[in-house]
C-alpha cells in the first residue's frame, strides 16, 4: 500500500498541484465574482427603480427639506397612486352621469318625435307652447352638444345644460309674444 501512495505522490508535480489548487481557486473566485456582480446589478436595478419611481411622483407630493428616502418614494407613489384611484373612480362616476343625461334626453327626444308625428294638425295651445320650447331645446341640443365619444360628450353637454337656463327663459319670453291659434271645435 505504501508504493501505491508513494507513487501517487510521485506522479504528482509541484506544478500539476498549484495548477489544481489555483484552479479550485479560481472557479471559486468566479462564483464569487459573478455573485458579486449579479448582486451590484440587482441593487443598481433597484435604485434605478426608485429614481424612477421618485421622477413620475408630482412635486406636489414630494417631501419639503428632507432627504427622501426609499421608503418615503414608496409611501409618496402608494399616496399618488391612491389619488389617482380616486379620481378615475370620480370620473367614472362623472361619466355615469352624463351617460344618464344622454339617455334621458335621447328617450325626450324620441318621445317628442313620435307626439310629433302622432299629433293632430290642430294643437292645443299648451301643445303649440310645449313644441316650441322643445323644438328651441332640441335644436340647441344638436348645435351643442358633440356625441362623437364619451369624452366630447362630457366636455359639452354640461356646458349645454347650463346654458338651458337663460336659453329656456328667452324661449318662454318668446312664447308669450306668439300669437296663437285657438283650435277649431
Known amino acids: 500500500m ?8 510521485d506522479s504528482l508535480s509541484p506544478a500539476g498541484s498549484e ?6 481557486l479560481s472557479h471559486a473566485d468566479r462564483k464569487k465574482e459573478t455573485h458579486l456582480r449579479c448582486e451590484r446589478q440587482r441593487r443598481e436595478a433597484i435604485n434605478n427603480g426608485y429614481s424612477e419611481l421618485k421622477d413620475l411622483i408630482p412635486a406636489s407630493m414630494a417631501t419639503m427639506g428632507c ?23 370620480a370620473e367614472k362616476q362623472e361619466l355615469a352621469q352624463a351617460e344618464s343625461k344622454i339617455a334621458a334626453l335621447s328617450m325626450i327626444a324620441e318621445q317628442y318625435e313620435s307626439m310629433s308625428r302622432e299629433a293632430p294638425q290642430e294643437c292645443t ?12 331645446c332640441y335644436l340647441s341640443f344638436t348645435n351643442q352638444v358633440n356625441l362623437n365619444d364619451y369624452a366630447t360628450i362630457t366636455r ?7 346654458t338651458l337656463e337663460p336659453q329656456t327663459k328667452t324661449t318662454m319670453e ?8 285657438t283650435p277649431r271645435r
Open 125 to 136: 295651445i299648451q301643445m303649440q307652447m310645449m313644441k316650441k320650447l322643445l323644438d328651441d
Open 19 to 24: 495548477c489544481s489548487t489555483s484552479t479550485a
Open 156 to 162: 359639452s353637454l354640461i356646458p349645454w345644460v347650463e
Open 67 to 89: 432627504k427622501t428616502t426609499n421608503a418615503a418614494v414608496l409611501f409618496r407613489a402608494a399616496e399618488y397612486l391612491q389619488l389617482l384611484q380616486n379620481e378615475v373612480e
Open 2 to 9: 505504501s508504493s501505491r501512495h508513494t507513487m501517487r505522490v
Open 174 to 181: 318668446n312664447i308669450i309674444k306668439m300669437p296663437f291659434k
